[in-house]
């Protein structure tokens, strides 16, 4: 079974451009996540997504956004990029949103560099 | 709120050595799960083990073994006979119920440099 896909992988960028990354489930999997890894914070839990609908958020602001596809893809938006938003962005997979805690697989993650 | 503390940043052994890896965690919730990933140079994050936090059996994996432990909040990962490829950082994470869904809040990662 193939795994997270996740494109680009690298992707390099100027400040006040937009972007948007994309990510492949494992096929069966419905519930999308996104995180983002800083050398300085770690990996943030972004958002998720189960059903087309985004079911958490975290602390982030509000030129971070996504969305889910009815075959389960996902995809997140970020506009006016900032210099602070270079970082590695990785999506997961489960295989649904149980609030039990189900296990996530991750992709390889985009590299994303703001210039 | 919950956290995930993981106080080794680094450690350095030879092959061969045993090393445990400490994550101790803080959670209001009765009901929860602690992961454990590996992050090798290509970036991935590959799962090793999910615990509930009503299974406080320890587990064996081949060299891997976790030791949870919910009176000292501590679910610690041991690589017996260490080798160089298991080089790479790795992450104790925890999922709470059912509102959070499935976010996990990782700890700060453990370096691991395994040499020759």
């Known amino acids: 079974k193939a795994g997270v896909t996740q494109t680009p992988r690298y992707l390099i960028k100027t400040r006040g451009q937009q972007v948007t990354l994309s990510c492949s489930p494992i096929?069966?999997?419905?519930?999308v996540s996104w995180y983002q890894q800083t050398p300085g914070q770690g990996l943030q839990f972004l958002f998720e997504?189960?059903?087309?609908?985004?079911?958490n958020k975290g602390n982030f602001p509000g030129r971070f956004s996504g969305r889910q596809f009815s075959n389960s893809r996902s995809e997140m938006n970020v506009s006016t990029l900032e210099l602070g938003d270079s970082a590695l962005y990785l999506c997961?997979?489960?295989?649904?949103?149980?609030?039990?805690?189900?296990?996530?697989?991750f992709g390889p993650g985009t590299r994303l560099l703001v210039l | 709120a919950q956290k995930v503390t993981q106080a080794q940043t680094e450690i350095s052994v030879v092959e061969k050595e045993d090393v445990t890896l400490d994550c101790v965690y803080e959670?209001?919730?009765?009901?929860?799960?602690l992961f454990w990933y590996k992050q090798p140079p290509s970036g991935e994050l590959v799962f090793l083990i999910r615990?509930?936090?009503?299974?406080?059996q320890n587990e064996i994996s081949g060299r891997y073994s976790w030791n949870f432990q919910k009176s000292t909040s501590s679910f610690n990962f041991t690589i017996t006979a260490s080798q160089v490829v298991d080089s790479a950082v790795y992450f104790c994470?925890?999922?709470?119920?059912?509102?959070?869904?499935?976010?996990?809040?990782f700890g700060g990662g453990t370096r691991l440099m395994v040499k020759p």
């Open positions: 997504y189960f059903s087309e609908t985004q079911r």
């Open positions: 997961a997979s489960s295989l649904a949103w149980t609030g039990q805690g189900e296990t996530q697989y």
């Open positions: 959670t209001r919730d009765t009901t929860y799960y």
């Open positions: 994470a925890l999922s709470e119920d059912y509102n959070a869904g499935n976010m996990l809040t």
């Open positions: 096929s069966g999997h419905r519930s």
């Open positions: 615990r509930n936090s009503f299974d406080e």
